[in-house]
């Protein structure tokens, strides 16, 4: 069974930091891509990153780059957002997710619709104060 749990979010002021991690089970780590979505109060659900556990490609979306960076680490079938500069507009609920796949290289619009990714993590809150 395929096993996503999500952690690190948290209340934060605006300029700092947080770290999310997503830990992954119950499947093939390297043969997967994970991505990391966010759903703020009355919008849709948007891809902010991805990775690829096979070759550690890696995307993100325009609103997050500069600022926030995902990295994997194989051994412990994890997956991190570090996020830099953090801004009012990033308040959200964060949700990891994975989808069998290899390099996202060329792949962007992968992460452009979530319904791509069949797995999903039950979310982490976090907020932005101004």
């Known amino acids: 069974e395929v096993q996503l749990v999500e952690s690190g979010g948290g209340l934060v002021q605006a300029g700092g930091s947080l770290r999310l991690s997503c830990a992954a089970s119950g499947f093939t780590f390297e043969n997967y891509a994970i991505g990391w979505f966010r759903q703020a109060p009355g919008k849709e659900r948007e891809g902010v990153s991805c990775i690829s556990n096979s070759d550690g490609s890696t995307y993100y979306a325009d609103s997050v780059k500069g600022r926030f960076t995902i990295s994997s680490d194989n051994a412990k079938n994890t997956v991190y957002l570090q996020m830099n500069s953090l801004k009012p507009e990033d308040t959200a609920v964060y949700y990891c997710?994975?989808?069998?796949?290899?390099?996202?290289?060329?792949?962007?619009?992968?992460?452009?619709?979530?319904?791509?990714?069949?797995?999903w993590g039950q979310g982490t809150q976090v907020t932005v104060s101004s």
């Open positions: 997710a994975a989808v069998p796949w290899g390099s996202i290289v060329g792949s962007s619009w992968l992460i452009s619709t979530p319904t791509n990714f069949g797995s």
